[in-house]
């Protein structure tokens, strides 16, 4: 059983900056693909970023240039390095991690992703 613990959350203001950690327990997740999901309040969860177990990335348009998703498999973390924030990037920020090993792609749709943190809050404020 993998457990996801996401951390790194805040108050910032428009135009800052934050780093979300994902860190993994219970087995490792390095060959694993991974990914950034995010839910405002009122709203239904929708895709940010994905990250293949070798580093393909794939963004929403709404992050695109603007937040970065790596890994460091030797710690079996995700992150995901968020710029330029705006008020609208406001939401619960989930990390996600697929059970299939080796697998070549990226994945943006969050039915394909068996792992789930419990979450980090951000607000941006304008």
């Given amino acids: 059983q993998v457990q996801l613990v996401e ?14 950690s994902c860190v ?11 990914g950034w999901f995010r839910q405002a309040p009122g709203k239904e969860r929708e895709f940010v970023a ?6 393909n990335t794939y963004y929403a348009d709404s992050v695109k240039g603007r937040f970065t998703i790596s890994r460091d498999n030797a710690r079996d973390m995700v992150y995901l390095q968020m710029n330029s924030l705006k008020p609208e990037d406001t939401a619960d920020y989930y990390c996600a991690v697929k059970d299939t090993p080796y697998t070549s792609s990226w ?9 789930w943190g419990q979450g980090t809050q951000v607000t941006v404020s304008s």
């Avoid at 951390?7 to 979300?20: A, E, K, Y």
């Avoid at 994945?107 to 792992?115: A, I, K, N, P, V």
């Fill in 50 to 55: 994905a990250i293949s177990w070798y580093s």
């Fill in 24 to 34: 993994a327990s219970g087995r490792t997740f390095s060959t694993y693909a991974a």
């Fill in 7 to 20: 951390s790194g959350g805040g108050l910032v203001q428009t135009g800052g900056s934050l780093r979300l």
């Fill in 107 to 115: 994945y943006s749709l969050s039915g394909e992703y068996d792992y």
